[in-house]
């Protein structure tokens, strides 16, 4: 007869379920608790003790996968070499998750679920000393630091989870940001043509819609104008003075009371949308902050949100090609080009960025490639690894902004354009030509 229990020792701290004897072989059940903690996987026996285990990998990127791949209920690659470990030794785990339960029963063990288990308890309060003893690290201190940063990009990873779906979030609201702007212009638009009936040098005078809506709201009635009322709506006493001085000596019709009340009606509408713009750009910084940081912190919550609208989601973004992005809001003139073999445009909607809009024309070209290059590897940061690396990017692009102002500092040289050659005649006119 022949006895054997393990081909491997285990190491002590094993609960013995049951043995019997299988063809003279003693076959003796073991079992093992399985625990997962910030830097690694064990198997633990009933007092403790470790019996086996399979440290994470000492970056932070890594252990964060790790850890995530068993939050989901999966066995990552660490838990699988630590459970082949195990086969045809143990025979029950226990584990502390019912997903995780799933997994290991996959590798043909038996299984037990006991989240509160005493065994448990008693490991992770000296996880510390786990760490070190067992060479994760070489003290204490480096263990805080590294769960310090472990646990921060942890939690970046999972906020970053949650904001995932909220990308077309961001989308809608820039959209009906957009949809506000086209009506309130349209509105402006009809207000001043309707209030100029009655005082048509104002339009002259008040250039930002805003401003002059709010006047015709506040006052209506150009008799009410003067430098006190102007004022309590944020005019300047100089800009005031000068309203009130063309208002005496105004050319407009005169205005019932009845007829400027349907203009003041309409100016407190528009007052209102400015208010719900001003409200859902608040809404969406907050929304582009968690869903897309990195692209927010390059061009801002607004034009961020509207690249992801042309693109489509964060996700379709991430997926793009620098070349791609650089011309978003563009495709007309795109296709146009590519139709027609004229000059393709060299930005579309990201002309909206400062850097561009304020630089020579021989220069848009290059900041828009400089600024689409860094967009893409934002949009795949924000869309893959929730990671904030904004600064960063931004410091990149300003660099490289300021090298081209001062490399191109100078609009370049036209070449001559020389004289095109006569073209040969056809085929079919020199042939014509000989028979004639």
Same mark, same amino acid.
């Given at each position: 007869m022949r006895i054997e229990i393990a081909s491997e020792p285990l190491g002590a701290g094993l609960k013995v379920l049951s043995f019997g004897y299988n063809s003279g072989v003693l076959v003796v059940e073991l079992k093992v608790y399985l625990a997962a903690v910030p830097f690694g996987v064990f198997a633990i026996g009933e007092d403790g003790s470790v019996v086996d285990f399979e440290l994470y990998p000492k970056g932070v990127d890594e252990a964060v996968e790790e850890a995530l791949a068993i939050e989901r209920g999966e066995a990552p690659a660490s838990m699988s070499r630590l459970l082949e470990r195990l086969r045809g030794k143990v025979s029950l785990v226990v584990v502390e998750d019912n997903d995780l339960a799933r997994s290991v029963s996959g590798f043909g063990f038996n299984v037990s679920v006991t989240p509160a288990d005493a065994v448990f308890r008693s490991f992770r309060s000296r996880l510390a000393e786990v760490a070190v003893e067992h060479g994760f690290v070489g003290s204490v201190e480096e263990l805080a630091k590294w769960m310090y940063?472990?646990?921060?990009?942890? =939690?970046?990873?999972?906020?970053?989870?949650?904001?995932?779906? $909220?990308?077309? %979030?961001?989308?809608?609201?820039? $959209?009906?940001?957009?949809?506000? /702007?086209?009506?309130?212009? #349209?509105?402006?638009?009809?207000?001043?043509?309707?209030?100029?009936?009655?005082?048509?040098? !104002?339009?002259?005078?008040?250039?930002?819609?805003? /401003?002059?809506?709010?006047?015709?709201?506040?006052?209506?009635?150009?008799?009410?104008? =003067?430098? *006190?009322?102007?004022?309590?709506? +944020?005019?300047?006493?100089?800009?005031?003075?000068?309203?009130? *001085?063309? @208002?005496? &000596?105004?050319? +407009?019709?005169?205005? &019932?009371?009845? /007829?400027? *009340? @349907?203009?003041? =009606? !309409?100016? $407190?509408?528009?007052?209102?949308?400015?208010? %719900?713009?001003? =409200?859902?750009?608040?809404? #969406?910084?907050?929304?582009? &902050?968690?869903?897309?940081?990195?692209?927010?912190?390059?061009?801002?919550?607004? !034009?961020?949100?509207? %690249?992801?609208? #042309? @693109? +489509? &989601?964060?996700?379709?973004?991430?997926? !793009?090609?620098a070349s791609t992005i650089q011309v978003l809001g563009a495709e007309k003139a795109l296709f146009r080009a590519l139709r027609t073999g004229g000059r393709p445009p060299k930005h579309g909607v990201i002309f909206q960025y400062p850097e561009i809009h304020r630089s020579p024309k021989w220069q848009r070209g290059k900041i828009a490639r400089a600024l689409a290059a860094k967009l893409a590897l934002a949009a795949k940061v924000d869309a893959f690894t929730g990671r904030f690396v904004g600064d960063k990017l931004r410091e990149e692009l300003q660099a490289r902004i300021e090298e081209i102002k001062k490399v191109y500092a100078k609009p370049p040289v036209r070449k001559e354009v020389k004289e095109a050659k006569p073209r040969p005649p056809r085929r079919e006119a020199r042939r014509g030509a000989r028979r004639r």
């Open positions: 940063s472990m646990q921060v990009e942890y =939690t970046r990873r999972k906020l970053r989870g949650v904001a995932a779906k $909220r990308d077309m %979030l961001a989308v809608q609201a820039i $959209r009906a940001i957009d949809d506000i /702007d086209k009506t309130i212009n #349209l509105f402006a638009t009809r207000i001043r043509e309707w209030y100029g009936v009655h005082f048509p040098e !104002l339009d002259e005078l008040v250039k930002e819609h805003e /401003d002059y809506i709010r006047l015709v709201a506040e006052i209506g009635h150009r008799d009410g104008i =003067t430098v *006190e009322s102007l004022g309590r709506i +944020g005019f300047s006493e100089a800009k005031a003075s000068k309203i009130v *001085e063309v @208002a005496s &000596s105004s050319v +407009g019709a005169d205005l &019932s009371e009845h /007829d400027a *009340e @349907a203009i003041r =009606t !309409l100016a $407190r509408i528009v007052l209102d949308l400015f208010q %719900l713009r001003k =409200t859902l750009t608040s809404y #969406l910084d907050e929304i582009m &902050s968690e869903v897309a940081p990195n692209i927010t912190a390059l061009v801002g919550p607004l !034009l961020g949100a509207r %690249l992801l609208s #042309l @693109a +489509g &989601s964060l996700e379709r973004m991430a997926m !793009l090609p």
